[in-house]
């Protein structure tokens, strides 16, 4: 969604490095983009329309990015017995398709993907390149769409894939090229970002902050961080505390793996947030902070005002509540997800507003 910087640079050179290979086709899903990718592709790569080689779709219905959703649709409308995720800020490497094609026609019981058990070298660009048949992707309803933002949407789907007794195998590093860009970018079009209103911030313990998310829509997400190699230390106040061996899976987590949610209005003395009862976060002028007051408790909330930081907490808290489902799922060994379908929507081809697809 609105990457059509990337893709001026990469699809055009994605489509004439696979030339060798007849029956490749690029599908690019407009997801209500408001950036004029439409207009790039009808005036530049029409051509490539004409002949096959590209397929532009489109749908009017997101108000925002939803990452898993947004795969799904589009491996959907796919038509080939393989399928690729290639995010527009990725280059396939000359004779890609040849190569995806040579390797399934000798095995069949595997995927390809970018991210292996030992590429701490590689780009996080690339992690989310995965090749499989189009058949098993829809045999466990694609990716769990209940992860809408940024991070372990492929990861939990590559368990799922393994789950269901395919083995994992990397892409060759040569096809595993991308264009660099910061975190900003990954997160600017999803709900988190687009409706984003106000981060408060409370500390609580050397290794525990707890965090409000308010959006313009008038919901909250409430949630304590934790620093679990800091709360394993915590106990000698070690110098190095970072370099101390984790007993934990994971550098953070939510407390309980819980967020609450509820929602919020603006009140005069403050903040009101309603969960499962009526809470009210004071403002004090003076001190330019908001005071939660439970009995004779009194927990001082700070607005977070810079923008890498605040970036930085959206892009944390996504992760670590994708995380979780991820976690939920490998569990209950859950192989297929979105019970209720998946990939749903309402897309239009190649400019043709009139006449939908379903």
Known sequence: MNRVQHLQQTLPINILSNQDYENCEFVVLDYNSSDKVEEYIKEELYDYIQNKKLVYYKTIEPSYFKRSHSRNLAFKLAKGDLVCNLDADNYTGQGFATYLNSIFNIHKDFFLTGMMFNNSE?????????????????????????????GFEDIDLYSRLELAGLKRKAIDRKYLTSIKHGNKCRILNEFAHNFLEEVLVSYLTPHATEFIIFYSNFC??????????????????????????????????????????????????????????????????????????????????????????????????????????????????????????????????????????I
């Open 122 to 150: 590689f780009s996080k660009d690339v992690l989310g390149r995965v090749c499989l048949t189009k058949n098993k992707f829809n045999e466990l309803k694609g990716y769990d769409e209940r992860m809408e933002g940024y």
């Open 220 to 357: 909250y997400n409430k949630f304590t961080l934790i620093d679990n190699k800091r709360n394993h230390c915590i106990e000698g106040y070690n110098e190095n505390l970072y370099s101390c061996p984790s007993i934990y899976k994971y550098d953070f987590s939510f407390k309980d793996d819980k967020v609450e949610e509820g929602t919020w209005m603006r009140s005069r003395s403050g903040i009101d947030i309603y969960s499962e009862k009526l809470e009210k976060l004071k403002y004090d002028n003076s001190h330019t902070q908001y005071i939660f007051i439970n009995g004779d408790k009194k927990q001082r909330f700070f607005e977070l005002k810079n923008s890498d930081l605040i970036d930085a907490i959206i892009m944390c808290f996504n992760q670590i509540k994708n995380r979780v489902i991820m976690d939920e799922n490998q569990l209950n060994n859950r192989i297929v997800v979105n019970e209720h379908g998946y990939g749903n929507g309402k897309v239009y081809k190649n400019f043709q507003p009139e006449s939908f697809i």
